[in-house]
């Protein structure tokens, strides 16, 4: 897991990366690494969501915060979710799940 905190979605993350680090970590209990704060959408994107949308095409670009792509051990990515998919839906948890197996039969 890896937070991406980003400031393109109606200006939800105007502090500084230490202000969204904390804010997170009282508000939803992280503890997980983050990123910089960088932009994912439009003409300054960070490069991986430049690529990300056109490895999966235009609907899986972030529309809002929270969108959530995975990425395999193999730096493959293999999944995208919209803002509205919980983290900890059964989507998700089962793609996660299919990741781990892949990697654990192929020891």
Known sequence: MLAVPSNDFGGQEPGTEEEIKKFCEVTYGIDFPMTEKVHVRGGKAHPFYRWASTHFGPLSKPRWNFHKY????????????????????????SAIEAQLNRTNTSR
Do not use: M, Q, Y
Request: charged residues 15%.
């Open 70 to 93: 995975l990425i395999a051990p193999d730096g493959e990515l293999v999944a995208w979710f919209s803002t509205t998919t919980s983290p900890t839906s059964d989507k998700v948890v």
